[in-house]
């Protein structure tokens, strides 16, 4: 199975518009916002001998700072695009990159092999995937997470959308940043609480920690206030597993 042409497109698209400067996608907040909070919340469950991988690491920007944390750092992401941008950011080499297809399984299992198990940082990609690819993402992170490695998964809630709207109906209509995340065809926040939770259940994994957050974003409301979208995030391992069930 792989994603559509159309939502590849989508994201090569989306990526080649958008320069390397810092922030300039909505979702591009500095690590002190996102990754360094969401660290401390998955380090006590975590082997931090073990390598963390970044799915969907975008531009990068996450990414560096996980290998700061742990001794090997991987992003991987669907757009080659958004794969150039990390690497041209990181001209030291600190993480590695490489473009990854969530949904195709061999290519998942292959990245496995080649890393053993891994602790894995998934911010904000399961509410934006097409509906029918959801379950494979999941997988993704619990193949990767194997019998020894941790996961922190934050997505967005419904409640997102609202927020969004409210941005989008300025005077001068959706700011720039929203705008070009709107005009390539993605849709933020489509995915419910419950379906999140669903999907990480049936992977094989095994909530350790969970609670509500807000994902800080790089626009801000004509009150000068940072946009911060409502969402929840986990702390995962391998669910025990009996005579082959997961439980």
């Not at 890393?115 to 379950?135: C, F, K, L, W």
């Not at 934050?154 to 209509?173: H, I, R």
Request: with cysteine; hydrophobic share 40%.
């Amino acid at each position: 199975m792989d994603v559509s042409r159309r939502y590849r497109e989508a994201w090569e698209g989306y990526w080649s518009a958008t320069s390397d400067t810092p922030g300039e996608a909505i979702w591009d907040s500095d690590p002190s916002l996102t990754s360094v909070p969401h660290t401390e919340l998955l380090l006590p469950h975590a082997d931090t001998s073990l390598p963390v991988v970044d799915l969907g690491c975008g531009n990068g920007t996450q990414t560096r700072y996980l290998a700061t944390r742990f001794p090997r750092a991987i992003g991987v992401d669907l757009s080659h695009a958004a794969i150039a941008h990390a690497r041209h950011a990181d001209p030291e080499g600190v993480a590695e990159f490489a473009q990854l297809d969530l949904v195709d399984a061999e290519a998942v299992a292959a990245l496995h092999e080649r890393t053993g198990d891994t602790n894995v940082y998934m911010r904000a990609v399961i509410h934006q995937s097409e509906p029918e690819a959801r379950a494979a993402v999941a997988a993704a992170v619990a193949v990767l997470v194997g019998e020894r490695g941790r996961a922190f998964v934050v997505e967005p809630t419904p409640a997102s959308k609202d927020v969004l709207q409210q941005v989008a109906q300025g005077p001068d209509g959706p700011p720039e940043k929203l705008r070009r995340v709107l005009d390539h065809g993605l849709k933020p926040a489509s995915a419910s609480e419950e379906e999140v939770r669903r999907l990480l259940q049936e992977a094989g994994l095994t909530t350790l920690a969970a609670g509500a957050t807000a994902l800080a974003q790089t626009e801000y409301l004509p009150d000068g206030s940072r946009v911060a979208l409502p969402a929840r995030w986990f702390v995962l391992g391998p669910a025990e597993r009996r005579n082959g069930d997961v439980r």
